[in-house]
């Protein structure tokens, strides 16, 4: 049987090929300046803008984009069509799509003034595209903000003391921030000192698991799963709510560099046990595949094409849309140094198809080989972790909540922060308030009331799988229209720059994600639950159109954006003095 540690080997090898080689290619050819200003001090306020020591910024950045998807997806995709397939497009899509992706979003970005990546399209194919991208970002915010709300619920639910850890943790990071920010004290004994209550908080939260609604019990609420997970999911998203209101060096910050702490040592720590586990022999299993290396182009289920369905399946691991916002929405306010943006842009995506390969390992070690989706997934990343861990003596009683709690956050630091992003997107598309209307739909405290109703609706239809289709597919079409803004971007800047390196990914994309939302629509939905006559309830077919219309919806609007963008593209290649700006290459 294959050892699991050729899955690790495979995808280090390629990835750290990727980083010493094609990043700082990458680097080079965008010219990053050390010395030129950045958004950050250019516009410093003390609540958006505000430079973070590298470190920080990468445990907020890591921790933003680093969702349940990269384990959702791989362990699904892993299920159902085998590990090979779930393998390849991680540890060759990472570095060629999805680093590349995150990168020149960051990039482009820093150039113009921290902005959106749909103000950016708006600079030079007009106010139309601008709209229609920030539009087609807020609906894909909407889809995050109930997928991983759900998500978060289910493992509360599975593994209550993952509850407690991060209650304690949100207010140990409360307090950091404070101790930080306000205080102005040391930051070395701080970090240590906090980052010690934060594992502290995992035994406490394994001693004093928190329940809202006990088994059997009921709510008055929708039931989503079963009564506890109903009850946590309204829970989450005002949290959600709240702290994307307040001032990022509050909490944003301070929590997600104690909590990258956490995610550091699940990812790393699985990573290193599965070394140990291999050559020492110490883990409480052999650390083996247990599930088919392919199980055909139809896969596990029968029903659902390996192309183009994997390939949205693993969405975030390999390349992600959702990193366009982080990078171009909050990252680049608070980069210290352009020069950062190679470690945090290219390097945090390199570390989320880390999380990627763990989540394939957990699965190849725990050995599920029916059922996929949320219901398989989540179990099988703590559970299979948790065997992981017994290579360093760690009981399998202790490594699987941690797992969990690593899992939860990953979840609730990017919840909050797509929340954020989803609040930024609707002040873009407003601009200056002219009505009551407006002014409430931008305001820090109503706006994310405009995006955690319907994403609690979407929630409350039951409907998962199709919801986490419609989100990946979406994620992956946002995925090519960040590198569609990037390409035009270079080709504005300078006609002589090579646009292979963000365009073929962008061509790959659109296609991939095309027929992927298609499918979702006219078979998934069209197909089998209408011209089939599948049984449904009231709420199921009206959620079912929601759906096909949804998707319909996005693929016109991401295509109407990328003919833009090829038809800017192609004025200025055809007509060399064209181009609207110089590539924000000035150093005021």
Known sequence: MVQVIWLVVTVLALFTVGYFGYSRYLAQFVELDEGRDTPAHKYEDGQEYVPAKKPVLLGHHYSSIAGGAPI?????????????????????????????????SLSSSLRH??????????????????????????LTIILVLAVFALVTGIVFD?????????????????????????????????????VAGVFASVYIGIQYPLVLIPEGGSTFLPTVINANVSAWIPIIII????????????????????????????????????????FLGTASEPLVVNISAYNGFWGSTGITPLFPMLFITIACGTISGFHSLVSSGTTSKQLNKETDARLIGYGGMIGEGLLATVALSTL??????????????????ADGGGIILTAFGIPAAYGAPFMALVLVSFLLTSTDTAVRLGRYMLEEIVGTPETTVEEYAVHRYVNPI????????????????????????????????????????????????????????????????????????????????????????????LSAVVQ?????????????????????????????????????QSDD
């Open 72 to 104: 959702v997806g791989p362990i699904t995709a892993g299920v159902v069509w085998g590990w090979v397939p779930a393998l390849a497009w991680i540890a060759i899509g990472n570095p060629l799509l999805g680093s590349v992706h995150d990168f020149v």
């Open 239 to 278: 949290y959600a709510a709240l702290a994307s209101a307040l001032p990022v060096w509050m909490l944003l910050q301070p929590r997600d560099y104690l909590s990258s702490f956490l995610l550091y040592a699940g990812v790393g720590g699985a990573l290193l046990a599965i070394i140990v586990g291999t």
């Open 548 to 584: 096909i219309v949804l998707a319909l919806v996005l693929v016109y609007i991401g295509l109407s954006i990328v003919k833009m963008g090829y038809d800017n593209i192609q004025k200025v290649r055809d007509s060399p003095g064209a181009a609207v700006t110089d590539g924000g």
């Open 158 to 194: 599975a593994f209550p003391s993952a509850a407690t850890a991060s209650l304690l943790y949100i207010a140990l990071a409360f307090v950091f921030g404070i101790y930080l920010y306000q205080l102005n004290l040391p930051f070395i004994p701080g970090t240590i000192a906090f």
């Open 113 to 138: 003034d921290g902005k959106s990546i749909g103000y950016i399209i708006g600079e030079y194919v007009g106010e139309r595209g601008k709209n229609m991208l920030l539009w087609f970002a807020f």
């Open 364 to 381: 190849a070690v725990a050995g599920v080989t029916a059922g996929g989706g949320i219901g398989r997934a989540l179990p099988n990343f």
């Open 450 to 541: 405009v995006q955690g109703v319907p994403a609690y609706v979407l929630i409350a239809s039951g409907s998962w799988l199709t919801l986490w289709q419609l989100f990946g597919g979406a994620n992956q079409l946002l995925a090519a229209l960040a590198l569609t803004t990037a390409t035009v971007w270079l080709a504005n800047w300078d006609d002589s720059k090579q646009l292979i390196s963000t365009g073929a990914p962008m061509a790959l994309m659109t296609g991939i994600t095309t027929l992927g939302l298609l499918w979702v629509a006219l078979h998934d939905n069209l197909y089998v639950k209408f011209i089939q006559g599948a049984e449904m309830t009231t709420v199921q077919t």
